[in-house]
Structure formats: C-alpha cells, structure tokens
C-alpha cells in the first residue's frame, strides 16, 4: 500500500513537472515573439536606426514606439524567456513528463526559423553591430581598426552611426571577426543598412549551423536533444542576444562547438580553434578541453595545437601587432554588474582611492576561475560518463566536451569583465554534456545579467529611466556574488555525495 501510494504520489509529481514545462514552452514561444516584435517596430531605445535605403534589409516597420513601451517589451521578453527555460528543463529529467513536450527535432527547427526571421530584421538590445560596421568600413577605406576608432572618420555615414562611449575605441576584435566585417563592409558599401544586412547574415548562419552540429551530436538520445535545443537552438535568450542583438560571439561558439565535435580529427579540430581564437580570444578557453582528452597521445596533442597556433598565429600577421594591444587592454577592463565591482569598492574604501586595484583583480579572478572550474571538473569526474554524453557508460576520464564546459561555465561566473552575451559559450558548451543543476544556474546568471543590460546602450535612454543603469545594473552584482557562491558550494556537495558509496553496497560491519 505505501509503495503504491508513493508511485501515484510521484506520477501527479511528474505530471504537475509536465504541466508547468508546458507553461515553460508557451513563456519560451512568448518571449521570441516579443523580440521580434521589438526589431519589427523599428528605431528605439532598444534597435538604434540604421541609415541606407529602406528597400534594403533589414525590414522595419519604422513605427518608433514609446520608449518606455519599447523597454518593457524587451524586459517581458527577458523574464519570459528565463522563467520559461527554469520551468522546462526540469521537466527533462523525467520520461513521463519530459516525453509530454515536442520533440527535439521541432524545436531546433523552430529555433532555426526563428534565427532566420531575426536576421531580416534590425538589430536591438545594443549598439555593437554599429561598431563591427565601422571597424569593417575602416579597413576597406585602408584605416587600420586597431588603432583608430570611428571618431576618426567624420562625415562618413558608417562611422557617424557609432554611438558613445564606443566612438573613439579601436576595435578588440580578432582578426577573423574584423575580416568578416570588412567582408560586409564591402557588400554594403556606403549603405549602413545592407552592412548590417550581411552581418546579421552570417551571424545567423553561425547559430543555425551551432544548432545543427549539436543536435546531431544529441540525436540518439531525445531526452538529450531535446535539452540541447533548449539551451541553445530554442534559447529565448540566446535568440534575444546572440541573434537579435547580433554579437560576433556567436561566430567563436560556432567554431569550438564544431572544434569538439571534431574528435579523431586534430587537424580540423585545431584549425577550428585557432579560428574561435582568432574571432574572440577568450573562447581560447575551450581549448583547454580537447587538449587535455590528448594530453596522453602528445603526436595528436601536438598537431592539433599545431594546427590551431598557425592560424592564430597567421590572423595576427595580417591584422599586425597592433590587433593584439586593444586584447592587453581590455583584459583588464571591470564591468559594473560583476562581482569584482563590489570587490573594487571595497579596496577603494578601505586602502584608497587612488587605484582601481586591476591587476589585483585580474588575479583574484583568475583564483576564483581555477576554484570554480577545479569543483565543477571534481564533481564531473566523480559522476563518472553521465556528464559526458558523448562518451559511453564507463568510459574512464573527462572527455573535452566535459571540460570545455566546466571551464566555460567558471569564467562567465568568475570573469571581472562579462556581458550577457558571453554566456552563449558556456551554453554551447553545456549542451554538449549531460543535464544537471548547472543549466538553472546559468539560465539565472543570464537572467540576471540580462536585466541588468536594459539595454545595453546610452543613446536615446528615457531620463526617467535611468535608474535601470544607475541602480539596477550595480546591484546585480550582489545578485551574481549569492549565486556564484551558491554553485560552488553546491558542486562542493554534490562531489562529495556522488564520492560516498549508497549504504547498500557498503560492506557488512
């Protein structure tokens, strides 16, 4: 009687689970409408204008909303997106309940159409794709974009388009993005508007593909594909930053997710790292993965790194030496919604002001990464194969997907300098593994940073509103310092129950 009474006890359990995912997947479609209806309105304080002939992508439809209309909508859509994933996930680690929700396959293809439909409309949520266009413009017109910024170019119709504070700072890009944008530089011409066109082209390309390769590394387990496609392909996040907001970060996730899933292909695998580097140095991290799956085959270790140090190497000689300033520089920049802005508070207050303490936290936060990275590895090794999806029950060690993600996952918690954005690595890298705790974690960190970056310009933000930035943004940092400390003394735990033998295997006294 009681075992019957807990079985129907855990079936309404997993049917409420099922329920409330359902709620989650409507929030999810709900919040992906929402932003594109923010592109579809037109210039805002959430999609800076675009100049060029209206007969060019991307489509608006001009209608210039309420700015405080326009804000609201983009913050229904953040808390829409990150309250619907928190309710769906979970949902994925039952059968009854995970089997209730469509099908992995439907919502990559959903996810898909969504990325394509953005990419015909103007970017939102920041003004860096007006950057990625000047840098490109610079480079057509023979400026170099690592020494000049767009202030440097008066009167052109691209370069005017930059807004602050970015206009005088040369670009930080590597030199495959700066490539990519000259590309679109020279397909637009003088029109700011087909720049953007091709940019958020290739940009959505790149998720689409990501999205691809990853569920055809999860197809045969639909419980795991599923869950891909959420983290990424059906991402209302992701969709909202990577896509709509269009940041060259989704072309360096592309390349190492694809660099992972290159396994038994060092040559590949390390070209296509040294690309991801070469787009965006910090996605050099996920490197670290595949190379420590080699570390015991050091011919393969040594192609591969080979492999991915020459096309590093071979961007930067054409970009020149001067690319690789602008990466010194901001490696030690501090954003205000991390935890090391309170950090920089304190020193301030307590030893002086007349410092902004950098280079000390530029060491804790390296500190606090190889913590973060050492528990969440810890944990991983001590469950064994069921983080690692691409590896069979047993199979011994971390498999690089495994480690790219929990190295990954430590730097967008751990970093001084982090943008939303940022976490689409983390995402590519954790749909490549097994489900845990780890995904609410970083939905909430994303969540949070989200909200924080509403938006993420200065032009054109209501005078009344300035309290999002003023007071919002800095106290997300409080909110960040709770959780990262929550991940890690959860990993902490969760290692040491994993480690301890269930009572029935322990031997008789």
């Not at 032009?459 to 919002?472: F, I, Y």
Request: hydrophobic fraction near 55%; glycine fraction near 10%; include cysteine.
């Amino acid at each position: 009687m009681c075992w019957n009474t807990r079985v129907t006890s855990e079936r309404r359990h997993d049917t409420a689970r099922g329920r409330l995912a359902w709620a989650g997947m409507w929030a999810i479609g709900a919040s992906v409408l929402l932003t594109a209806v923010i592109g579809l309105l037109g210039p805002s304080p959430m999609v800076p204008a675009l100049g060029g002939p209206s007969w060019q992508p991307p489509y608006s439809l001009d209608a210039r909303p309420d700015p405080h209309l326009a804000i609201a909508l983009a913050a229904a859509a953040i808390i829409l997106g990150g309250l619907g994933l928190l309710a769906t996930l979970p949902a994925l680690r039952t059968p009854l309940s995970g089997g209730r929700l469509p099908d992995g396959r439907l919502l990559v293809l959903l996810g898909c159409l969504a990325a394509a439909v953005l990419a015909f409309l103007p970017p939102s949520g920041s003004g860096d794709h007006l950057n990625y266009a000047a840098y490109g413009r610079m480079l057509t017109l023979g400026l170099n974009p690592y020494t000049h910024g767009a202030a440097d170019l008066p009167g052109d119709a691209i370069a005017d388009a930059v807004e602050r504070p970015w206009r005088e700072e040369p670009s930080v890009y590597g030199p495959v993005a700066t490539a990519v944008q000259a590309f679109a530089s020279w397909v637009g011409g003088d029109s700011l508007r087909l720049t953007i066109f091709v940019l958020a082209l290739v940009n959505a390309a790149a998720f689409i593909v990501t999205a691809l390769l990853i569920d055809r590394f999860t197809r045969h387990d639909e419980a795991a594909r599923r869950r891909a496609a959420l983290l990424w392909a059906a991402n209302p996040l992701l969709l909202y930053h990577l896509v709509a907001g269009m940041h060259v970060d989704t072309l360096a996730v592309a390349c190492m997710v694809a660099a992972l899933l290159a396994r038994g292909r060092p040559v590949g695998g390390g070209v296509l790292l040294g690309l991801g580097v070469a787009i965006k140095v910090n996605a050099g991290l996920v490197a670290l993965g595949p190379a420590w799956e080699l570390r015991r085959r050091p011919g393969r270790l040594a192609v591969m790194a080979g492999c991915a140090l020459a096309v590093v190497v071979a961007g930067y000689a054409v970009a020149g030496t001067d690319a690789i300033a602008p990466v010194t520089r901001t490696s030690k920049a501090i954003s205000h919604a991390t935890i090391w802005k309170l950090v920089q508070g304190w020193l301030q207050s307590v030893v002086g002001t007349g410092t902004a303490y950098r280079g000390e936290i530029q060491v804790g936060s390296l500190l606090l990464l190889a913590l973060l990275a050492w528990l969440l590895l810890r944990w991983a090794a001590r469950t064994g194969w069921a983080w690692d999806i691409g590896q069979p029950a047993g199979a011994a060690g971390l498999g690089a997907p495994v480690v790219a993600a929990g190295l990954a996952v430590a730097y967008v918690f751990a970093s001084p300098y982090v943008l939303p954005w940022y976490d689409g690595l983390a995402f590519g890298m954790l749909a490549l593994v097994a489900g845990s705790a780890v995904d609410g974690f970083l939905v909430v960190h994303l969540l949070a940073l989200s909200l924080a970056y509403l938006p993420a310009r200065v032009d054109g933000q209501p005078a009344d509103l300035g309290w999002l930035s003023g007071v919002v943004r800095p106290q997300t940092a409080w909110v960040l310092l709770a959780l990262t400390t929550a991940l890690a003394v959860w990993a902490w735990r969760a290692a040491g129950r994993a480690h301890t033998p269930p009572a029935s295997a322990a031997p008789p006294p």
